[in-house]
């Protein structure tokens, strides 16, 4: 059975901003259904950071005209300036699928490493990501998984991230995804999987459709686009407006077909709609699979996405001690209002 663990704590001050007043201060702590891994909920201090969560629209606009120049990821330079295939994995050395181009990784971050280039522009707001570009990346990656497995099966965990501009961990403004691929799990994946496996052993059922079961037309359920369920998690992990999403019944990306790949773009040019209207600039995203080589009835694809702090003169970052060294979650606001407020934006109802 899925649980929803929470603990609500207290703490008391003088606070200075209020004349030293007594003032209560709220903190809720809430154990992830899955992993059990802590999230600390602290309501208010979206309030507190907010001002570092805006970028300087002039500093930006500087720097996309100076990444512009020399950019190997513009369509005048992508033939030219990124690697090739080796001719015996693919004759043609690149792959290419609408305005999307997947190449090997310069410097890559797994034994099997590729960069999907998504568009032709040098840079989009996040208003601007279109449905087919993230369909058209996501089809290049998968092609090159396909390839892959056919002349590699023993590399067998693959994982699509994506990190959009400085805040979010990019050393190039270009908008594009990374493909990452090995003979061993990620540590999210084997985590998400072994837990996902126990639960399985122990409920006789999958974690994952009685999560969609709870939670579907409940406070913290967003949509649904072509059979992918977009959610709001109960126990935030990974950053600022932490959104998932849940493609049912498939465990590994190559069992993923056109009809919910479409899914997951358009459902991610949702959510970063909401991100630009909120004025963010930059985000992460992670899609994480299964094995390639099977099919686990215990574990679904999912994907993972967070806003990131603005571009500022002065920066700023959410990457801090607590979640990379103690690796506790923190929400800066109820999980629940959050949903509420992507909802009222898309304009949609539980």
Request: hydrophobic share 40%.
């Amino acid at each position: 059975m899925i649980k929803f663990e929470k603990t609500i704590k207290h703490a008391k001050i003088l606070n200075p901003l209020r004349n030293f007043e007594e003032t209560v201060l709220l903190f809720e702590y809430r154990a992830d259904p899955l992993t059990k891994r802590n999230t600390t909920v602290i309501p208010g201090m979206l309030d507190y950071v907010g001002k570092f969560l805006s970028s300087d629209q002039a500093l930006l606009k500087s720097l996309v005209e100076k990444t512009r120049v020399n950019c190997p990821f513009c369509p005048e330079n992508v033939k030219e300036k990124t690697p090739m295939f080796p001719r015996e994995f693919l004759r043609e050395g690149r792959i290419f699928v609408g305005e999307a181009v997947a190449f090997p990784n310069l410097l890559g971050h797994a034994e099997r490493s590729v960069l999907v280039v998504l568009s032709k522009r040098h840079h989009l707001k996040l208003n601007e990501f279109t449905a087919e570009q993230f369909f058209n990346g996501f089809k290049a990656g998968a092609a090159y998984l396909e390839k892959l497995n056919a002349v590699e099966p023993e590399i067998k965990f693959p994982a699509f991230i994506f990190n959009y501009l400085p805040p979010a961990g990019s050393s190039i403004f270009h908008p594009h995804m990374q493909v990452l691929a090995r003979d061993r799990p990620f540590y999210l994946t084997e985590l998400l999987i072994n837990r996902s496996e126990e639960y399985w052993r122990e409920n006789g059922s999958s974690f994952w459709s009685d999560l969609l079961a709870v939670e579907k037309g409940k406070e913290r359920y967003l949509f649904e686009t072509k059979g992918v369920e977009w959610l709001v998690p109960f126990a935030p992990q990974r950053g600022l407006n932490e959104v998932h999403a849940i493609i049912r019944g498939k465990s590994n990306l190559l069992e993923l077909d056109d009809e919910e790949w479409r899914g997951l773009g358009e459902g991610l040019v949702k959510i970063l709609k909401f991100y630009h209207a909120q004025g963010y600039v930059s985000f992460n995203a992670v899609l994480v699979s299964g094995p390639m080589d099977r099919h686990l009835e215990y574990f679904d694809v999912n994907l993972r996405v967070i806003s990131r702090t603005g571009i500022q003169q002065w920066n700023f970052t959410d990457a801090w001690a607590l979640p990379y060294l103690l690796w506790d979650g923190e929400a800066v606001e109820e999980p629940e209002r959050l949903a509420e407020k992507i909802r009222s934006f898309l304009g949609t109802s539980r």
